[in-house]
Each structure stands twice: as structure tokens, then as C-alpha cells.
């Protein structure tokens, strides 16, 4: 009797927890606390957080072949899930800024500097070129682009590089207004511009069909993401798919983002996170976001002495692809300046913009060392 007492406890996670474990228990609940307690994006960092803590309990085996997430885990393996966040994303997007405003997609370019300035950066420390495109993509802080692209060219490294893509996601109000107030004058945060002008249905139609045969013409590996954005984008604005358009901005994509958060979460176990290696890419990633930030402020800055101060350089920093946190962060900063400024849908052009120019960056990086 003894004996099967003693058998059943041994057997019992408790004996089996280990301090890394842990650790990795205590992150995982500092990220669902930050995404309850602060609102730090928490549609991702709670599944994010909840898949981390439940892969670092022992005895679950539920990352080993045959458990039930190793089974979730392969739509994130082979490229399932975030195209078709990209799907979603598309048709909760109205892409008329950008329309209206092309030259703003100059800005979403700009800002994807980060990702490849990054990427030597790697270079240098001694990560491998996959290990570095990886980690350069965070700079576009775009979450499923991220995570795309490490499952095909790192994907040991997809729980480290999915936490700090997305935990940058959820701190852009944080991270991107002293970069912004830095580089710009206070001059330069009052300019006003003008009313975009209205963009016709026949135009918001032609859009997405022009820009996916241009895009996957140019980057074929981009295809599946652009691709997907773009669909999602016509069936919003065809008119005549109302209820895919619903389906794909709610029901779609929120099943969608509990199983990639769940699941790169639990990619993110004590023996794969806790390393050094860990430590450099958190900082990288922060280095590439800082950059893509600055990028878009310097080319608006830019922008802005060209026209004469009829562009507000603020709307540079939204060429990062966090869609729409990053417009809102150039429309709040902007009326510290001047409470009667609206850049917001001036800064929706970069920040749509951005999501285009992080999937082709990832194309590019795909096509060249995939």
C-alpha cells in the first residue's frame, strides 16, 4: 500500500517541477497579467501566456507527438494559422487612406528598415541568416508575419521570437512616442493636413486585386499572406459577401488567434526559452522595432520639408504594421501638440501600408534563404 502511495506521488507534477519550469510559469503569468491588469493586447498575450504556462507543468505531454497541442501546433508548422489572421485582418481593414494618399505607402516602406537593419545587426552577433531574418522581422511588429516566417526558416526560435514580436505589439503606446517626440519638433507635430479625399467603391474594389497580382508577381513567397489579406479585404468591400465579410472579421479570425496563441505560447517551454540566445533576441527585437519607428518618423520628416509642411511626420511612425495601435499612438501624440489635430486616418495609410511591406519583407527574406 505504501509502495503505490510513494508510486503516485513520484508520478504527481509536484516532484517533477523543476526551477526553470518555474520561471517560466512565473512569465507566463506576468503576461496575462499585463494583458487583464494593463489591457496590454490581451486577445494574444492571455492564450500567448496560458499556453506558456500549461507546456512548463510537468508530465503533460502536451507538446509531444500524439498530445493534443502538438496536433493544434501543426496549422502554425506548416503556414495555416497566420494567413488566415491575414485573411481576417483584411476585411476588419479599410484600405481608403492608403488610396487616397499613396505616397504614404513610401512610409510603410520606410518603416520596415528595422527589419533588415536587424538582420546584419544578428548577423554580426553570430546567429545563423535564418536565426537573424527571424529575429529582423520582429522590427515590423506584425505578429503572424513573425511567426510565418520562424516556423519556416527558425522555428526553434518561434517561442522567443513570437513573445517579443507580440509583447512589442501590446507596447507600442510605450515604446514609440519618445522615439517620435526625439526626432521631431514640436513645429513639426502641430502641421495639419488636409481632408483625404473620398475614395470610390470601384476603387476600393480594383485594389486588392491590382496589389495581389503586383505583390506576388514580384515576391512569389509572399503569396499566401498578401494573398489572404487581400481577400479578406474584397470580400469586405465587394458588398455583396456581407456574411463572409462578418465571418472572417469575427468568428474566423478569433478561433484563429486562441490556436496560434495557444500554441506558439506552448512552444515557449523552460528547455527552449531560457537560454541566452533568449535574451538577445528580446533585445534585437526591440532594436529592430526602435528603428522601423525612427525610419518612418525620418522619411515623414523628410516628406514633410519636400511638401512644404503638408505632411505631419508623426504619421511615419504608423508604417510599423501594428494595425490600428499604431495610428492611434501618431493621433494621440500628435494632439499633445495640438488638441484640434486629427492625423488619425492620415496615419492609417503608413499603418496598412506596413502590413503589405512586412509581408513582402518576409516574402523576400523567404525566397532568399528559405
Not at 348 to 367: F, K, Q
Request: include cysteine; proline fraction near 6%; hydrophobic fraction near 55%.
Amino acid at each position: 500500500m505504501v509502495s503505490k502511495w510513494i508510486q503516485f506521488v513520484n508520478a504527481t507534477g509536484f516532484v517533477n517541477i523543476t526551477w526553470p519550469s518555474l520561471v517560466m510559469i512565473g512569465i507566463a503569468i506576468l503576461l496575462i497579467y499585463l494583458a487583464v491588469k494593463k489591457n496590454y493586447e490581451p486577445l494574444l498575450l492571455i492564450p500567448i501566456g496560458f499556453g506558456m504556462l500549461l507546456v512548463n507543468l510537468p508530465l503533460t505531454g502536451l507538446m509531444e507527438e500524439g498530445g493534443f497541442l502538438f496536433h493544434l501546433y501543426q496549422g502554425v508548422k506548416l503556414g495555416v494559422y497566420p494567413p488566415l489572421i491575414f485573411l481576417g485582418v483584411g476585411a476588419l481593414t479599410d484600405f481608403g487612406p492608403l488610396i487616397a494618399n499613396p505616397s504614404s505607402m513610401l512610409l510603410g516602406a520606410a518603416a520596415q528598415i528595422g527589419i533588415f537593419a536587424t538582420f546584419l545587426g544578428a548577423i554580426k552577433m553570430g546567429f545563423t541568416l535564418p536565426e537573424a531574418a527571424s529575429i529582423g522581422i520582429i522590427g515590423g511588429a506584425d505578429g503572424p508575419t513573425a511567426i510565418f516566417l520562424t516556423s519556416k526558416l527558425a522555428p526553434h526560435l518561434l517561442g522567443p521570437v513570437a513573445v517579443a514580436a507580440y509583447s512589442y505589439m501590446a507596447l507600442v503606446p510605450i515604446i514609440q512616442p519618445p522615439i517620435m517626440k526625439a526626432l521631431t519638433s514640436s513645429r513639426e507635430r502641430r502641421v495639419a493636413m488636409e481632408q483625404l479625399r473620398e475614395v470610390s467603391k470601384r476603387e476600393k474594389i480594383i485594389f486588392p486585386i491590382v496589389v495581389t497580382a503586383l505583390s506576388v508577381l514580384l515576391v512569389p513567397s509572399a503569396s499566401a499572406l498578401i494573398g489572404c489579406l487581400m481577400l479578406g479585404n474584397l470580400i469586405r468591400e465587394s458588398g455583396v459577401t456581407e456574411r463572409l465579410s462578418k465571418t472572417a472579421q469575427n468568428e474566423l479570425i478569433n478561433i484563429v488567434t486562441i490556436f496560434i496563441g495557444f500554441t506558439v505560447g506552448a512552444t515557449a517551454s523552460s528547455e527552449t526559452f531560457l537560454r541566452v540566445d533568449t535574451i538577445s533576441i528580446i533585445i534585437l527585437g526591440l532594436v529592430a522595432f526602435s528603428v522601423s519607428t525612427a525610419g518612418g518618423v525620418l522619411l515623414g520628416k523628410l516628406m514633410c520639408a519636400v511638401t512644404g509642411g503638408r505632411v505631419n511626420p508623426l504619421i511615419g511612425a504608423a508604417g510599423v504594421s501594428a494595425v490600428p495601435m499604431a495610428a492611434r499612438v501618431a493621433q494621440k501624440v500628435g494632439q499633445e501638440a495640438d488638441p484640434g489635430n486629427f492625423l488619425l486616418m492620415h496615419a492609417m495609410g503608413p499603418n496598412v501600408a506596413g502590413v503589405i511591406g512586412s509581408a513582402l519583407a518576409a516574402g523576400v527574406l523567404l525566397s532568399v534563404l528559405g
